[in-house]
């Protein structure tokens, strides 16, 4: 079945450090993929999203490749701020129904 | 639009008692997921409708969980009765077309 695999948080960065958090994954077929944020009491809210190989979703600083070559789709951001402290989701739809696979979820705490 | 709304958003009960909690999705979309979240197990997706039928429920626990969407814009999730390891946050979410999927800020339950 699909699966996506996140590194383990937390991450823990100062203000205006680079971020990288990795995500891989395996599919049948060509999944669409998405990377989701989790602020704190809050549910999940989409930030990016790629469909296919090569595309590169960006929001808000955040940036995610399609890699299909290594069935990547790593998030990253050049300089991270306080507010962007939250849980990161990536994600898959197997484009062949409506659901999403998750990943565990890693924690991001950014600090002054 | 008033996004996924969800109530209750805090529920505090106590082991046996029945629970329920609602969601209404965004006008216009067709699929409704309700979802688990807890840190031991992270997010789990419980059940998913398509055009208000349930299409995959496997990820109900048990018989003690119930869903329904009577109509377009509205689902309830039941559990009865409660258990404590049922404690955690519950997430509906809705989708259209284009298959993102936007979540409702959640119901925290807590049982005692």
């Known amino acids: 079945g699909d699966s996506v695999t996140q590194m383990e948080g937390p991450v823990t960065l100062s203000e205006e450090a680079c971020l990288t958090i990795n995500c891989t994954y395996t599919a049948t077929g060509y999944p669409s993929l998405f990377w989701y944020v989790q602020y704190p009491g809050e549910g999940l809210q989409l930030l990016l999203k790629?469909?296919?190989?090569?595309d590169k979703g960006s929001n808000k600083g955040f940036e995610a490749t399609y890699r299909k070559e290594t069935t990547s789709f790593h998030l990253e951001k050049g300089s991270v701020q306080v507010s962007d402290s939250a849980v990161y989701f990536c994600?898959?739809?197997?484009?062949?129904?409506?659901?999403?696979?998750f990943g565990g979820g890693t924690r991001l705490m950014v600090k002054p | 639009d008033a996004g996924v709304i969800q109530s209750p958003r805090h529920e505090v009960t106590e082991m046996g008692q029945e629970v329920t909690l609602r969601c209404k999705p965004i006008s216009g979309h067709n699929s409704l997921f309700w979802y688990r979240q807890t840190m031991m197990r992270g997010l789990e997706l419980l059940i998913y409708f398509n055009n208000n039928v349930p299409i995959d429920d496997s990820g109900m626990p048990e018989d003690r969980f119930s869903a329904k969407m009577p109509n377009a814009s509205f689902s309830t999730l039941k559990i009865q009765p409660s258990e404590p390891r049922d404690s955690a946050v519950y997430f509906c979410?809705?989708?259209?077309?284009?298959?993102?999927?936007?979540f409702g800020p959640g119901t925290r339950l807590t049982v005692t």
């Open positions: 979410a809705s989708s259209g077309l284009n298959y993102e999927q936007y």
């Open positions: 790629a469909t296919k190989a090569d």
């Open positions: 994600a898959l739809d197997d484009n062949a129904g409506n659901m999403l696979t």
